[in-house]
């Protein structure tokens, strides 16, 4: 039986993808342009659209266990068509906003919560998985430490515990097929609470050099940000990082209970994705 990834060209998708493949546990991965998924050799690739319940049944043909991400708009057709298909556990990404701080009117808790809501009325067993801040979120400051210039950022001072993916693809895997972990809800955040500027400094550190940080007024940011984010989705992530300013924020030790080993810390991270901040040839 096989187990299927949706978001398999995503930052936790594409790891949990390669992990099962890895382990030899028969994969398949889905891609709503499966022509662009660089899936490892041998992995069956299959289209799917989690917002158009036609494309479900083939794509859930054969399944018992799959990753899920979160789209509201289908959720209840998806769940359906997998227990029909025979899926006996869902591991699915939803996020920390779901049960946190105004949880009932932030955009990004309400998008997750309503997937969430769908699977628990499901006949699926599922373990939910709620990350918080993934630590692939500094690339948004790349392009500015690449180029030399001011990272501009809002709330600078914001703190977050960010979470290394790989971390959160090895719990997803080892949920997978655990019956241990079916219907809990496992809330998962990095090793240590840093802000942002403090991140930069784990960069500057590595880069061997100052990268200046630009703070942006709530204006400026609505204005410069809301130029590539749907503005609901900026406006929730201004209210978290806006409450979160000097506020160190919970650790959980999630990554450590489930796979045994400590969470990777955001500097290991920096460390692995070094790359993309340094400029080509430099
Ligand atoms: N970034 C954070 O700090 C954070 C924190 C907590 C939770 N989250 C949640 O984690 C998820 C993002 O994870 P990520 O960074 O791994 O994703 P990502 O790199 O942004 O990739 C998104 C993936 O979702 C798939 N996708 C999007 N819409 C789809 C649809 N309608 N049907 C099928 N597949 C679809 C895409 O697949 P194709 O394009 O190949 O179809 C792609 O593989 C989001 O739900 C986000 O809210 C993020």
């Known amino acids: 039986m ?12 594409r790891r949990v993808l390669a992990r099962l493949h890895a382990a030899g546990r028969p994969v398949r991965a889905s891609s709503r342009t499966p022509g662009e998924l660089d899936a490892p050799a041998g992995v069956d690739v299959v289209p799917l659209d989690l917002n158009r319940p036609e494309t479900f049944d083939a794509a ?33 990404l939803s996020s920390s906003t779901v049960g946190g701080p105004g949880a009932a009117t932030d955009p990004l808790g309400q998008f997750h919560a309503a997937v969430e809501e769908s699977l628990a009325a499901s006949a699926l067993s599922a373990t939910v998985l709620r990350p918080g801040a993934f630590a692939g979120n500094a690339y948004g400051w790349s392009a500015a430490i690449r180029g030399g210039q001011p990272v501009r950022l809002p709330y600078a001072r914001a703190h977050t515990v960010p ?3 790989d971390d959160i693809a090895d719990v997803a895997v080892a949920a997978l097929g655990d019956p ?6 496992l809330t998962l955040s990095g090793p240590e609470s840093l802000s942002f500027t403090e991140q930069i400094g784990v960069l500057a550190d590595l880069l061997g050099r100052e990268i200046p940080v630009h703070e942006l007024t709530r204006e400026e940011a609505v204005e410069e940000m809301g130029r590539f984010m749907p503005p609901l989705v900026l406006a929730s992530l201004l209210g978290h990082w806006a409450a979160a300013v000097d ?33 080509a040839g430099g």
């Open 180 to 185: 241990a972990v079916a219907g809990r809800i």
């Open 163 to 165: 979470v290394h993916e």
């Open 2 to 13: 096989t187990i299927l990834v949706t978001g398999a060209r995503g930052n936790v998708g």
């Open 60 to 92: 859930l043909d054969g399944v018992d266990q799959a990753f899920l991400y979160a789209e509201p708009d289908g959720a209840k057709e998806l769940f359906a068509a997998a227990a029909r298909a025979g899926v006996r556990h869902a591991v699915l």
């Open 247 to 279: 506020r160190p924020a919970r650790i959980e030790d999630t990554v450590e209970r489930i796979t045994g080993r400590p969470a990777r810390t955001f500097r290991q991270w920096a460390e692995e994705h070094l790359g993309a901040f340094t400029p």
